[in-house]
């Protein structure tokens, strides 16, 4: 078959609904509508980035005496956070404490064994078992009276080992 016949004409469709979800994207209502849009503004007042160095000279200065602060309390909270993280079961203690005081008498147990005796007495199933004993004595006949395969010949010449 050549490409020819395989191939089908272009539709005069073809692609209109991709292009109508990529318009509808450029221009999407919903975050122009909502929460006052998401557009930038040239006069936007709400949001000031502070270009100083001034204050970041000053926050520095104060950081100092916390960071001395915070490294004498640093062991306390090691202690206090090991302390924290410790899960303890009560339950656990409460059965270590019952159970030494408790113990239950011990019940017998029940033999599996039932002496050669069949425990299932279903007709159907007392049949099944004599039939799958018959078939695998019957096999055991059979395999019996095949004559043994013959013992490999051994080969005539013998080669060195190293």
Do not use: C
Not at 62 to 80: F, L, Q, T, V, Y
Not at 94 to 113: D, Y
């Amino acid at each position: 078959m050549t490409d020819d016949k395989v191939r089908r004409s272009i539709r005069s469709t073809a692609g209109n609904r991709y292009d109508a979800l990529l318009r509808s994207e450029e221009k999407d209502e919903f975050y122009e509508g909502h929460y006052g849009g998401f557009t930038e503004e040239e006069d936007d007042n709400d949001f000031s980035g502070s270009s100083s160095s001034d204050e970041s000279i000053s926050d520095s200065s104060s950081d100092e005496g916390e960071e001395s602060e915070a490294e004498s309390n640093e062991p306390e909270k090691i202690e206090r956070k090991r302390k924290k993280n410790v899960y303890k079961d009560p339950s656990k203690s409460m059965r270590k404490i019952e159970s030494a005081s408790f113990t239950a008498p011990k019940k017998p147990k029940l033999s599996n064994t039932t002496n050669g005796e069949r425990k299932s007495s279903r007709k159907h199933t007392t049949e099944q078992r004599h039939e799958l004993e018959q078939t695998i004595k019957t096999r055991e006949l059979v395999e019996k009276k095949k004559k043994p395969k013959k013992a490999e010949s051994q080969l005539s010449q013998v080669w060195p080992t190293k």
